[in-house]
């Protein structure tokens, strides 16, 4: 179960970039919208990358709060979705450019891994559906506030 998608990917950071970022090939033209969709549409290599680079941040994210929090909760994977989707740019990006320090998309991972080990140490509850059964790890007097619903940080 993936928290993002290819569609949600393109939506966040567009075709062009999207297609940029995977492609192989730096002579693959991928400067207009609709050439770029072609390329996210036939380019295997290129869907493989994408579909990698989602498995690699949602495994990162499943490393963190697995035991934690129910991750087959709707609301749960719905506050991932855009944890996922910036992991997954930052996994493209560091496959295509310098990832240092001094690069404002590293920061912007660093923030979303901090973020994770907050919510592993439970120093972060997130919302959770009112039907979702509570967690082993939870406390049976858990008042299971709402603390995060959104943590876009729109960087891309």
């Given at each position: 179960?993936?928290?993002?998608?290819?569609?949600?990917?393109?939506?966040?950071?567009?075709?062009?970039?999207?297609?940029?970022?995977?492609?192989?090939?730096?002579?693959?033209?991928?400067?207009?919208?609709?050439?770029?969709?072609?390329?996210?549409?036939?380019?295997?290599?290129?869907?493989?990358?994408?579909?990698?680079?989602?498995?690699?941040?949602?495994?990162?994210?499943?490393?963190?709060?697995?035991?934690?929090?129910?991750?087959?909760?709707?609301?749960?994977?719905?506050?991932?979705?855009?944890?996922?989707?910036?992991?997954?740019?930052?996994?493209?990006?560091a496959?295509?450019?310098?990832?240092?320090?001094?690069?404002?998309?590293?920061?912007?991972?660093?923030?979303?891994?901090n973020?994770?080990?907050?919510?592993?140490?439970?120093?972060?509850?997130?919302?959770?559906?009112?039907?979702?059964?509570?967690?082993?790890?939870?406390?049976?007097?858990?008042?299971?506030?709402?603390?995060?619903?959104?943590?876009?940080?729109?960087?891309?």
């Open positions: 179960m993936a928290y993002t998608t290819l569609a949600q990917l393109k939506n966040r950071i567009g075709s062009v970039v999207l297609a940029q970022l995977s492609v192989d090939n730096n002579a693959t033209d991928v400067s207009t919208t609709a050439l770029a969709d072609a390329v996210l549409i036939i380019d295997t290599v290129a869907i493989a990358n994408i579909d990698k680079a989602i498995a690699d941040a949602d495994a990162l994210i499943n490393q963190y709060v697995q035991a934690v929090v129910d991750i087959e909760d709707s609301v749960i994977q719905a506050t991932f979705e855009p944890v996922s989707a910036e992991l997954a740019v930052y996994c493209l990006y496959r295509r450019h310098n990832t240092g320090e001094d690069n404002p998309k590293f920061y912007a991972y660093k923030e979303k891994v973020w994770l080990r907050m919510v592993a140490k439970r120093e972060i509850k997130l919302a959770t559906s009112p039907e979702a059964p509570i967690p082993v790890a939870y406390s049976s007097t858990s008042t299971r506030t709402p603390v995060v619903t959104d943590t876009s940080t729109d960087m891309y």
